[in-house]
């Protein structure tokens, strides 16, 4: 009797091992259905085995196969692809902005307009002498400047998928005894050319960006009427999507992430004239 009962006994550890490998299997089966691995969870999963399984060891999740490695939602998921891909996107911006230089430049050319087309990397800058969109004093736009911005902003138009944003800045010049309010004149023909290219040719509004500077940025001297000729200007600067602003430009602090003030060849006068006036 004794003898018996000893062979019953000795099948005991197979439960134990049944155990053991049904929870070694599930452990395995739920790393192959895990489509989304994200390896802070799967460690504690691990972790929860091994206390289940009474292993001391931690397991090493260094070798998890890459083609698991997918991030969890709401993790960063850029990588080399997205790199060279945005790499691409700003060198055909460059492009684009490059040949539309070309095309304003050609245009001003052809119908002997005296306004100042150039550009950098991703950014092209006109600038429209006053007396070519308004009279003096007056916010109002002449009507033969009509047909110039409307061939401007088609062109602008035709790459606004390739423009981030269009900063149109409106500059007075200091004049003796003016009874005319500088910052409020220089914003309203600003505002205005905006609203001729939102309204007449359909540009974004949302990518049109006003501002009105005054007499507080000249490019010459105020002293002479060349230099107040001068001062009295609307600059376009449209920035092309792959655009990355400078960090300071030449003593102009740079107060927000896209502020555009000058052109580039104004840097020195620029700093030379907010000192002296």
């Known amino acids: 009797m004794k003898k018996q009962k000893e062979e019953e006994g000795g099948q005991e550890w197979l439960n134990t091992y049944a155990d053991m490998i049904t929870l070694v ?19 504690e999963i691990a972790s929860a085995m091994q206390r289940q399984l009474g292993i001391e060891s ?15 939602i709401g993790e960063n998921t850029d990588g080399p692809s997205q ?23 050609t245009y001003f050319d052809s119908e002997n307009l005296d306004a100042i087309v150039s550009n950098t990397e991703n950014a092209v800058y006109i600038r429209f002498k006053n007396d070519l969109l308004f009279d003096p004093d007056s916010a109002n736009l002449r009507d033969g400047s009509k047909s110039m911005l409307d061939a401007v902003g088609i062109m602008l138009q035709e790459k606004q998928d390739n423009i981030l944003a269009v900063y149109i800045n409106g500059h007075t010049a200091q004049a003796a005894n003016s009874l005319i309010n500088d910052r409020i ?3 309203e023909r600003a505002d205005n050319v905006a609203i001729y290219l939102e309204e007449q040719v359909g540009l974004n509004p949302k990518k ?12 010459a001297d105020n002293t002479t009427k060349e230099g ?3 001062n009295r200007r609307v600059d376009m600067i449209i ?17 927000d992430p896209l502020f555009p003030v000058v052109m580039p060849q104004d840097e020195a006068m620029m700093q030379e004239g907010t000192a002296s006036d």
Request: hydrophobic share 30%; glycine share 6%; proline share 5%.
């Open 25 to 43: 299997l599930t452990f395995f089966v739920l790393l192959y259905s895990i489509s989304n691995v994200n390896i802070s969870k799967l460690e």
């Open 58 to 72: 931690q397991t090493e999740l260094e070798d998890v196969p890459d083609d698991l490695k997918y991030p969890a």
């Open 83 to 105: 790199a060279v891909t945005g790499s691409q996107n700003t060198q055909a911006s460059a492009r684009e902005m490059r040949q539309m230089s070309r095309d304003i430049q």
């Open 185 to 187: 004149l220089s914003s």
């Open 208 to 219: 049109l960006i006003c501002r009105g500077y005054g007499k507080y940025y000249p490019i």
């Open 228 to 230: 107040r000729e001068q």
């Open 239 to 255: 920035l092309g999507n792959g655009y990355r602003p400078p960090e300071s430009v030449e003593g102009v602090e740079t107060m």
